[in-house]
């Protein structure tokens, strides 16, 4: 496909011009997706989530600054740090803890756990565990839209956001994805959710040139930005113009979207590899405190009062998915374990008893 030439519409709002509503709105979703955390990480303590599990803790002005800067029906697509995502865009916090805890009312039916929020109604393609892998579909999310809108005649015109980490960008996949995405002229934003770190690497050994990470995206003659990622207005104010142009001229997009995890890696991680007083660095200017402090102190539209209510509320939303959680079954192995697993399910497929203990694999 040839790049399309025509603009078709403009939008350059400003957090400023959005209304208390919607900056409320986006504190009680960062504010959500903290307190989920929390509750994640006991409930993993106390064994009632299983598997590789990684808190989102500090990247929330991440996700929710750049879900916001789009419409629902345009594709998403992440790593397996995506517990933020997947509640930014949507997903109910019974349906998100549900799947960590492996059961049947689970956002996967319990069978993607923590790594692999999938939600179709809303447009999130993943949650994916392979560092890098989902960056070619990033770009086959947005060549499928594109396909639908110009050659087909039966969509919109869409963006699709991919997020990767810092340690995605030195992936094969990741410069394949990109060169297409330029070539194509595809409609897909990769935003590296630069949080310094990859497991316990720093990105400057990890990664050539890692102060100018844009010039990556700027060699494939992709339009690209650095953005702090640690105040979602500021993320909304920088992401937002380049989302609009992204989708008005069907063209692919990179960021280097500056953040911080205050978790370790996954939750076994002893992080020697930092100091507590950069940890401590970082909190100072917390994403969520800061937005509230704006909305406290200079748009004076939400009180003391009004943000522990707000608080409270979720805490109880959280905990009640968390009761939810413990209280469903888990997927039936004979009718479920299966299912949906395979696009071209085999003949052999039916679980045996073997395939049922773990003993065997079905495949193989
Ligand atoms: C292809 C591949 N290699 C190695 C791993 C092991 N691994 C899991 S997470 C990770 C680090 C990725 O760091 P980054 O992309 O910065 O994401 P972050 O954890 O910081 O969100 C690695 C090496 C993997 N899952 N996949
Ligand atoms: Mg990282």
């Not at 995502?85 to 923590?114: D, N, P, Q, V, W």
């Not at 995890?261 to 002893?270: A, K, T, V, W």
């Not at 406290?296 to 905990?319: G, H, L, Q, Y």
């Amino acid at each position: 496909m040839t790049p399309a030439t025509t603009k078709t519409t403009k939008n350059d709002r400003r957090s400023d011009d959005l209304s208390n509503e919607t900056l409320i709105g986006w504190l009680r979703d960062m504010q959500l997706i903290r307190e989920f955390e929390s509750r994640t990480m006991q409930a993993y303590q106390q064994a009632k989530i299983g598997g590789f599990c990684h808190i989102y803790s500090g990247q929330e002005a991440c996700a929710v600054g750049t879900i916001n800067s789009v419409e629902k029906s345009d594709p998403v697509v992440t790593a397996y740090r995506d517990h933020g995502h997947a509640l930014a865009r949507g997903m109910s916090a019974e349906a998100c803890m549900a799947e960590m805890f492996g059961k049947i009312t689970g956002c996967a039916k319990g069978k993607g756990g923590s790594m692999h929020m999938f939600d179709r109604p809303n447009n999130l393609y993943g949650g994916h565990g392979i560092v890098g892998a989902q960056t070619p579909l990033g770009a086959g999310l947005a060549f499928g839209a594109r396909y639908e809108w110009e050659v087909l005649g039966t969509g919109t015109k869409k963006v699709c956001l991919c997020y990767l980490g810092d340690g995605a960008i030195d992936q094969g996949a990741f410069h394949e994805a990109l060169n297409l995405a330029a070539l194509y002229s595809l409609p897909v934003i990769y935003i590296i959710e630069n949080n310094g770190y990859s497991m316990g690497t720093a990105i400057h050994r990890h990664t050539a040139n890692a102060d100018n990470l844009i010039a990556r995206g700027k060699s494939y003659g992709i339009e690209s930005i650095e953005i702090d990622g640690f105040d979602v207005r500021n993320v909304y104010d920088a992401f937002k113009p380049l989302a609009d142009d992204c989708r008005d001229m069907q063209r692919p997009g990179f960021v280097d979207l500056k953040t911080y995890r205050y978790q370790g890696h996954s939750m076994s991680d002893p992080q020697k590899y930092r100091t507590k007083d950069e940890v401590a660095d970082w909190k100072s200017r917390d994403p969520i405190a800061s937005l509230l402090h704006h909305l406290m102190n200079e748009r004076e539209c939400i009180s003391e009062d009004a943000w522990s209510t707000m608080e409270d509320e979720i805490k109880t939303v959280v905990r009640e998915a968390v009761e939810a959680a413990e209280a469903a079954p888990i997927p039936d192995v004979d009718t479920e374990l299966a299912s949906d697993v395979y696009a071209l399910p085999m003949d052999n497929l039916s679980p045996s008893e073997d395939y049922k203990h773990g003993l065997k694999n079905p495949l193989m």
